[in-house]
């Protein structure tokens, strides 16, 4: 991983400023969706289990609500910072416009560490950061979800707290819920399974055979498991998967030539999608550094974990069998990376499109709320399919009209539509 100083607010402005270029969009456009329309700053204060309280910084950043309310996870990480938020908030507006469904962009943070904090302290932030940005969220103005280290459980301590304030029930206010009390299923599975949608099409088109690819993944949390999952069951090979060790402060990779076992994995895996070495090694894995992963010999790389994995340093260590690359982390690529992946011809299948399963399985929970109707598994992972499988469709086509990258032809349609929706309502 890169040690030189990273800002993923300037991957993505840069990312946009890109793409708005080739539009054509006139300044006033430009200006208003390269900034956040909105965030919001706060100070959560928690009593701790040892009677001490302790101040934990929050945010919430609401980038563009034109095409409909702001949707986006919010994140507990002890490294996060605005520009973080700012990003992936624009990232959302693009995902949620590239696949085509009626939300704009959000995101949420607070810096914490909850692998140092008690599950009554984490509800105590959960509880104090929806108190303080109650009257700016709602089903008609900004959907929460789980993003890294957040999960079901904190969602439904935000969802309580929310109603608590506004005397009510409102299940569509919070996606990511547990099922039984407003959540969807089919969820778990969403972001990953989607992963491997797209990735199914895109080796569709470029006739190759699931069934003779190996790939390699980065992480091994929500995302990572379930794309391997889907992805064995196509018939493929995950040849590693690369994941952070708490103990030891550092990231590792679990490599198998032959295969890896994802049930076996999961069996010694902790919550936070930490391996244990030792039954690991035990089991037949090499363990190898946390950035070998992706000079390991495969067809398809997955980089699932966080920002900024794939750079200029690392990029070049890509093995050569390489053919496709599917982002299933937001932001994992700096734009050095992408032109070492242009010049090696790499298949790119972009962040905000190949992830996008997770917020479109968030809209169908929004939906399924708002109704008070829910739907079966099988129909709710259909219609994942089907949605994720035309926007991967639409995407690819213009990148082949064109001629142009997968990523520019998927921001290309994501700004479009966004820009088209500023002008209708008269905002530039």
Known sequence: ?????FNAFKLAQDQFDSVAEQLGLDQATKDLLRNPDREYHFNIPVRMDDGTVKVFKGFRVQHNDARGPCKGGIRFHPQETVDTVRALAMWM???CSVVDIPLGGGKGGVICDPHNLSMREQEGICRGWVR????????????????VMTSGQHM????????????GKFPGFITGKPVGIGGSLGRTEATGYGVIYVL??????????IKSTRAAFQGFGNVSQYAVKL????????VCVSCWDQEDQKSYTFSKKQGIDIDALLNITDRFGGIDKKQAQAAGYEILPGDAWIEQEADILIPAALENQVTGETAPKIHKNVKIMVEGANGPTTIEADKVLKERGIFIIPDFLANAGGVMCSYFEQVQ?????????????GKLDAKMTDAYLKVSGLA???KIYMRDAAYMIAIQRVAESCKMRGWV
């Open 369 to 381: 709320c708002n109704m008070n109707y829910f739907w079966p598994k099988d129909e709710v992972l």
């Open 231 to 238: 992805y064995k069951e196509y018939g493929g090979t995950p």
């Open 1 to 5: 991983m890169a040690n030189k100083p």
């Open 200 to 209: 199914r099409e895109a080796l569709r088109e470029m006739g190759i055979d």
């Open 93 to 95: 507006t693009w995902k």
């Open 400 to 402: 082949r009209k064109k």
């Open 132 to 147: 303080q940005i109650a009257r700016n969220v709602g089903p008609v103005q900004d959907v929460p979800a789980p993003d």
């Open 156 to 167: 439904v301590w935000i969802m309580d707290e929310y109603e608590k304030i506004h005397g």
